[in-house]
T-cell receptor
Framework: AQKVTQAQTEISVVEKEDVTLDCVYE???????LFWYKQPPSGELVFLIR????DEQNEISGRYSWNFQKSTSSFNFTITASQVVDSAVYFC??????????????WGLGTSLAVNP | GAGVSQSPSNKVTEKGKDVELRCDPI?????LYWYRQSLGQGLEFLIY????????KSGLPSDRFSAERTGGSVSTLTIQRTQQEDSAVYLC????????????FGPGTRLLVL
């Protein structure tokens, strides 16, 4: 069965600390996509990244980086030098192989990150 | 270009009344999704429209919930005989064939049933 697990429910860090949000997935599909979304206190979900299962290269975007490891079925998200504006709930998601080209997503329960000044 | 829009932003209703929530997807997006998010919780999938195909209604919690999508664009989620447990944020998202499942979300409708 397809499943996404975000074991960390809440994380609290002090500004400028690095923080890693874990995401572990289960899928029977050989081709799939993984996603991260950010939901700030304002409530609107913001797309951060999509990763193809065939591309295991790590990605860096400014202070954000993602580590995709098929061997451990993980797609972890690291924020370097965290800032108060990073405070949000972060969701990891996996594409549903049964849903065709426009895929349904299977969502983790989210990790609430609080960055304190 | 314009993103996904939802209306109303907030809706307060009395138990037992019907409500309609509207979603305007990004122009050209063929897929549209409705989710429900209760306070402090994750996303609960409700329904998924893909082009002209029959919608995937597998997430609708009861027969009080229904949704339609007219002309492959705007969608309306209707909740009949609202209950207090229906209070939540209702999120709409859309995606295109080229975005390979990437969903773009609207700001949500906050529904409060008194």
């Amino acid at each position: 069965a397809q499943k996404v697990t975000q074991a960390q429910t809440e994380i609290s860090v002090v500004e400028k600390e690095d923080v890693t949000l874990d995401c572990v997935y289960e899928t029977r599909d050989t081709t799939y996509y993984l996603f991260w979304y950010k939901q700030p206190p304002s409530g609107e979900l913001v797309f951060l990244i999509r990763r193809n299962s065939f591309d295991e290269q790590n990605e860096i975007s400014g202070r954000y980086s993602w580590n995709f490891q098929k061997s451990t079925s993980s797609f972890n998200f690291t924020i370097t030098a965290s800032q108060v504006v990073d405070s949000a709930v972060y969701f990891c998601a996996l594409s549903d192989p049964n849903a065709g080209n426009n895929r349904k997503l299977i969502w983790g329960l989210g990790t609430s990150l609080a960055v304190n000044p | 270009g314009a993103g996904v829009s939802q209306s109303p932003s907030n809706k307060v209703t009395e138990k037992g009344k019907d409500v309609e929530l509207r979603c305007d997807p990004i122009s050209g997006h063929t897929a549209l999704y409705w989710y429900r998010q209760s306070l402090g919780q994750g996303l609960e999938f409700l329904i998924y429209f893909q082009g002209n195909s029959a919608p995937d209604k597998s997430g609708l919690p009861s027969d009080r919930f229904s949704a339609e999508r007219t002309g492959g664009s705007v969608s309306t989620l209707t909740i009949q005989r609202t209950q207090q447990e229906d209070s939540a944020v209702y999120l709409c998202a859309s995606s295109s064939r080229t975005s390979v499942g990437t969903q773009y979300f609207g700001p949500g409708t906050r529904l409060l049933v008194l």
